[in-house]
């Protein structure tokens, strides 16, 4: 981070300076006290669970001397050698200096979202756009009110161009965070059911990702998955409500209505990927080091990205052979005894019916899932689960779940011809690791996949440690 004065933090945010001085500066913005140094200015985040006003006498001590707060009572005689300004809300504040921040920089800024794969998708598009630029991207899962600032402040001269993913939970959040960043590009890689629960249906999921579009101008553009049945709507010109002429609209998928098609795939060794998209300009050939029909899609979102900042085919092919998923997402682990496909990190029935199709793939080695709940589904649960169970019963060949709603992917799974004696449920996760061992092989490939609430992490480790017995 470039430095900064206090007084811009004031000028930035509206706030009141109540001790120190306006020339001072800082180059870091930290919420968690434990990362405050001298040099940081400390942001007292009032979270669900914390408050940070509680940390400020922790932050102090680490050294730092500069704090935004909103509730001057937890201001003690101590810390009145240091810089503190005052706001109604410092969360909000957060993003205000984020955006003054970021309008230092002349950089194109990529936004990506989607209800399915969006951190890959984010992933994909970096491979691509860090082969030619310099290119600053979320790290981990830092994509929400908090996480894109403190993304934004990572930046400096160094930077060419940024990569910002953008996540949400109910309307009006992405709006907020595209105000913030101002993207050239923005990314929507598919309209699935993840916050349905809260946002009712598909149709208000599809206009909070649409929300990407608000600060759009002539000189944007943006990237849909045109197979998708939303998105396509903006492909086939036929939502009249979202489509606007005042930015440029690109697609990318299986079908020849979109910019960019693909038109031939072929799996390697379960470890690559080779496919052949068409585009006006010909025929060109692609190969990415993961699988999965779903990673060609994000692949196609990265090709069109890298084509819209004028990069040619060789840096954008170069660029996907340097892909590296983020930790827990379709991880492929080979052990002495067993393959793993840990993706754990997190789950919507369209991203773990998009899991088992990988798990397909190894044709000739029995195929164990230990699926766990997607969460946040609401009255959509049973709907949702048994829709993954339709999925498990033809791609593999056996079923291990844990929790509430998953035991519906097993009763599905049954009703649709798969074996009962192959299909296991445990309502909790500690009684199926408690069993794993007498049901799993030698040689067997397991996908492990549910949402990040129900930490099937644990099984992962489980699994990698018995393999090594």
């Not at 509430?404 to 199926?432: M, P, Q, T």
């Amino acid at each position: 981070m470039n430095s900064l004065k206090i007084e811009e933090i004031i000028k930035s945010t509206a706030g009141k300076l109540m001790y120190g001085n306006v020339d001072n500066e800082i180059d870091k913005i930290v919420i968690d006290s434990r990362d405050a140094d001298s040099s940081s200015l400390f942001i007292s985040i009032i979270g669900e669970n914390q408050d940070g006003h509680k940390f400020i006498k922790s932050a102090y001590d680490q050294g730092c001397r500069n704090f935004m707060i909103s509730d001057a009572s937890y201001i003690s005689k101590e810390i009145y050698d240091s810089n503190v300004v005052i706001v109604d809300n410092t969360e909000i504040a957060m993003g205000k200096i984020a955006k003054y921040y970021i309008q230092r920089f002349d950089i194109p800024v990529v936004a990506v979202t989607g209800s399915v794969g969006k951190t890959t998708t984010r992933d994909m598009v970096y491979s691509v756009v860090s082969n030619r630029f310099n290119t600053l991207k979320n790290e981990k899962n830092l994509n929400n009110q908090f996480g894109v600032p403190l993304t934004v402040f990572n930046l400096d001269e160094r930077y060419k161009c940024a990569i910002i993913e953008m996540g949400m939970t109910g309307l009006g959040e992405i709006q907020y965070l595209a105000d913030i960043v101002r993207p050239k590009i923005g990314v929507i890689s598919n309209i699935g059911m993840s916050h349905i629960e809260r946002l009712g249906n598909q149709e208000n999921i599809f206009k909070a990702k649409m929300e990407i579009t608000t600060f759009f101008d002539e000189n944007s553009t943006l990237i849909v998955n045109g197979d998708d049945d939303f998105l396509g709507k903006l492909v086939d010109n036929k939502d009249k409500s979202f489509v606007q002429k005042k930015y440029n609209i690109m697609s990318f998928g299986f079908s020849e209505k979109n910019t960019l098609y693909c038109s031939e795939f072929e799996t390697y060794e379960n470890k690559s990927t080779k496919f052949i998209v068409t585009t006006n300009e010909g025929d060109f050939q692609f190969e990415i080091p993961t699988v999965g029909v779903h990673n060609i899609y994000n692949a196609m979102s990265a090709i069109l990205v890298g084509l819209s900042l004028e990069m040619d085919i060789d840096e954008i092919r170069a660029g996907l052979l340097n892909f590296i998923p983020t930790e827990n997402r379709q991880d492929i682990i080979q052990t002495k005894n067993m393959t793993i496909i840990n993706d754990v990190y997190n789950a919507s029935p369209d991203s773990m019916i998009a899991s088992l199709k990988v798990l397909s793939l190894y044709k000739n080695r029995r195929k164990v899932a230990i699926l766990g709940d997607c969460l946040e589904m609401g009255e959509f649960a049973e709907g949702s689960h048994r829709r993954i169970g339709k999925e498990a019963a033809k791609k593999s060949d056996v079923i291990l779940t844990s929790g509430e709603a998953s035991k519906y992917i097993g009763l599905e799974a049954i009703e649709n011809g798969f074996d009962s004696e192959n299909v296991y449920h445990f309502d909790k996760k500690e009684d199926l690791i408690k069993n794993i061992q007498q049901i799993i092989k030698n040689d067997d490939v397991i996908l492990a996949k549910a949402s990040r609430g129900m930490k099937f992490e644990d099984i992962v480790e489980y699994l990698e440690e018995v393999s090594q017995c």
